[in-house]
């Protein structure tokens, strides 16, 4: 009988950047950051302040672009040339500022987020030809499904801007959704929510990690982090610090100096 010695077959990861770099003008805001997140992972990204944590999330989502690096999604080359080209390949976003559309209601916004997996043509919108008529059946019902998922389903016919606005963090939520991402990519979600609207959006972001949608987050708030990832990789000035599990990261000195200051660490 022969044992086999071979090893199991590494995983790849997800999402896989290395090497990027941004310079504005002539300010380096970005020096050789890098960052590889695994299927079913929950990833923060955090630091003070002017980190470059927003420029590093825009570079992957396509709104910047970089002036070097190399970019893997799912086992292949992509380029974030563009946000709708990051959307098309699996990157769905949501914005530190809301940017919902203030006067379509809610069912409207998640419409618009699924149109880009819509194969119908132009021309058979404007006929409204029974294929067309049938997509957009299924494209509100879908939106739908995703109102309820993540609990306003009640507010479907309400114009967005009227919405409270943890409900409208959801709503964006839903949207972004309804593209089919692989990865969700949050901006500062909890930002302006009270401790009922972080435990709920926590809960909700455990759920889209249990169903198999990977998420990338953005968060001030450090044990909102602590408590939900699976990794975290921490920026100061442009440089990445530290990376690894959360129990790594929250003892690391440079995190410390770079959040309170040379006399904490």
Known sequence: MTVSTALPPVATPL??????????????????????????????????????????????????????????????????????????????????????????????????????????????????????????????????????????EKLADRRSRTLSYGDQRRLEIARALATEPKLLALDEPAAGMNLTEKSTLRELLGRIRDDGISILLIEHDVKLVMGLCDEITALDRGKQIVQGTPEHVRSNPELIHAYLGKAHA
């Open 15 to 152: 999402l896989k950047v290395t090497s990027v770099n941004k310079r504005f003008g002539g300010l380096q805001a970005l020096s050789d950051v890098g960052l590889t997140i695994q299927r079913g992972q929950i990833y923060g990204l955090i630091g003070p302040n002017g980190a470059g944590k927003t420029t590093f999330f825009n570079v992957i989502t396509g709104l910047y672009p970089p002036d070097s690096g190399l970019f893997h999604l799912d086992g292949k080359p992509y380029s974030p040339e563009s946000v709708h080209e990051v959307t098309a390949a699996g990157i769905a976003r949501t914005f530190q500022n809301i940017r919902l559309f203030g006067e379509m209601t809610a069912l409207e916004n998640v419409m618009v987020g699924r149109h880009i997996r819509s194969t119908g043509s132009m021309m058979q919108t404007l006929l409204r030809t029974r294929a067309s008529v049938q997509a957009e059946a299924d494209i509100r019902d879908r939106a739908m499904e995703l109102l309820a998922y993540v609990g306003v």
